[in-house]
């Protein structure tokens, strides 16, 4: 059972907005730094944002930076992704990840099953 599950995903016109979440379960939530990332089809996967435990350390790729945000509830166990002025290359599966280390690094311990972005030009 994945610990990680995704949800938001969809198709979206270029210029449009969409909100991703990502729902914990069966692992010590406070733990992890959170992270969001993504896979383009034929291309490397690819870091898109990720946020501490505290939400005071925050880091974005320079691709995203300024049209996505990523928050979390820790009440809720969940991290989001709000993804504004999307554009065609954001077209992707993004996963949720469940990181050790700072959102600096963030690195994988968990991954969601992820959840398809499309971007209509």
């Known amino acids: 059972q994945v610990p990680l599950v995704e949800s938001g995903g969809g198709l979206v016109q270029a210029g449009g907005s969409l909100r991703l979440s990502c729902a914990a379960s069966?692992?010590?939530?406070?733990?992890?730094?959170m992270g969001w990332f993504r896979q383009a089809t034929g291309k490397k996967r690819e870091f898109v944002a990720a946020?501490?435990?505290?939400?005071?350390?925050?880091n974005y790729a320079s691709s995203v930076k300024g049209r996505f945000i990523i928050f979390r509830d820790n009440a809720k166990n969940a991290v989001y992704l709000q993804m504004n002025s999307l554009k065609p290359e954001d077209t992707a599966v993004y996963y949720c990840?469940?990181?050790?280390?700072?959102?600096?690094?963030?690195?994988?311990?968990?991954w969601g099953q992820g959840t398809q972005v499309t971007v209509s030009s």
């Open positions: 990840a469940a990181c050790l280390g700072s959102p600096e690094l963030c690195d994988p311990s968990y």
């Open positions: 069966g692992l010590t939530f406070s733990s992890y730094t």
């Open positions: 946020i501490n435990w505290s939400a005071f350390n925050i």
